[in-house]
Nanobody, 123 residues
């Protein structure tokens, strides 16, 4: 059974940094894609970044490119999202997710989700 557990959210000021972690257990394969998504109040869940579990290719939304870095440590079964130069527009609940079906930035293609962690950026 797949379980994803996020941690690392919090309240920070604009320009600060945070690192989110996603501990993964059960059923992640080299061909799996892991992703970070976020959802702000009243808005749809949106793609942030993704990485293949089996190789280091990464993908980013334009809004975070150059500021966020996704990575994974397969030995620790953990995925990370390093977020630098945070902006108030980054305020959202951040979710990690697992997709066994290949490359996708669409939330509905991800079958497994964590519970989410709140990130709040004050101006």
């Amino acid at each position: 059974q797949v379980q994803l557990v996020e941690s690392g959210g919090g309240l920070v000021q604009a320009g600060d940094s945070l690192r989110l972690s996603c501990a993964v257990s059960g059923g992640v394969y080299s061909s799996s894609m892991m992703g970070w998504f976020r959802q702000a109040p009243g808005q749809e869940r949106e793609f942030v970044a993704a990485i293949w579990w089996g190789d280091p290719r990464t993908y980013y939304a334009d809004s975070v490119k150059g500021r966020f870095t996704i990575s994974r440590d397969r030995g620790k079964n953990t995925m990370y999202l390093q977020m630098n130069n945070l902006k108030p527009a980054d305020t959202a609940v951040y979710y990690c997710a697992l997709n066994r079906r290949g490359y996708s930035t669409v939330p509905n293609d991800y079958a497994y989700w964590g519970q989410g962690t709140q990130v709040t950026v004050s101006s």
